[in-house]
């Protein structure tokens, strides 16, 4: 069985509050964008100690195999269904690593409704999203992939009808991993004069001065070349431009059917028009 993990954006990001699970309190908005890996789950039959055959293609994975989340989606699901077959996964990532596009929470999410529909578990979305929620903060957004406003560590979320059809999206990877944890440490929690879920309702063109990523600060500093990068998006004439999740890829909102001019430093990023 064969479907093909999206990745997101973040529309502003707050970071509120420390809590006292070690997670924080945050606040923004997850946008669906179609940039998307591929996600092949199939079962193999006569396998007893190897209970996943893991295999991959694409953008390099970094890390131990264990700790990719479609493995560990398996292994959630063997621990309450025990008549769980062994799986062969191959994962072919095409969605940059580290980037702040929720590729890899996109991944599991997915191995998760897969798997559901494959061994017939007839799980209900609010289940998935229990299970998506022991993965990670952003899996659950996976599971309804719609636009949400989301709130606590990010499993809370409310779909709210916000559409950028009428828009091109340009994202540009520039190559630059960036750790969420080092981002967090990074960051003095505050709780904010406007709320997102009141900017997000705002026309577009306000969004530059108003609708924030607190992310921002300390990944520029760190990495000046972003923030060349978001005012070169500007300079192209986007509407709005920011830095996703904790980063490093900066996105633009262009009207429909603008053609972006290379640029000399700019023109070998990736990028992906959507």
Known sequence: MIQFPNCK????????????DGFHALET??????????????TISGKQNELVEFTSSGNPIPGDVS???????????????PQLSAVKIHLHKKIPIGAGLGGGSSDGAKALS???DLFELKLSKEKLIHYAAQLGSDCPFFILNEACH??????????????????????????????????????????KEKA????????????????????EIPVF????????????LYDQGAIYASLSGSGSSIFGLFPKGTILNP???FDKLKMDII
Request: aromatic letters at 8%; a negative charge; glycine letters at 6%.
């Open 9 to 20: 954006i973040n529309l502003g990001l707050s970071i509120l509050e420390k809590r006292t």
């Open 196 to 215: 997102i879920a009141t900017i997000i309702q705002q026309p577009i063109t306000t969004w530059e001065n108003e609708l924030i990523n607190d992310f």
């Open 150 to 191: 989301a709130t606590g560590r990010g499993e809370i979320m409310q779909p709210i009808p916000i559409h950028l059809s009428n828009y091109t999206i340009a994202l540009l990877h520039p190559g630059i991993p960036i750790s969420t944890g080092w981002a967090f440490q990074q960051i003095t929690p505050t709780i």
């Open 263 to 265: 640029s000399p430093g």
């Open 67 to 81: 700790g990719n989340l479609c493995v560990k989606a398996y292994h959630l699901l063997k621990a309450d269904f």
């Open 114 to 116: 897969i798997l559901n």
């Open 221 to 232: 500093s760190a990495h000046p070349s972003l923030s060349l990068i978001k005012n070169y």
């Open 29 to 42: 908005v997850f946008y669906p964008v179609a940039l998307d890996d591929i996600l092949e789950i199939t």
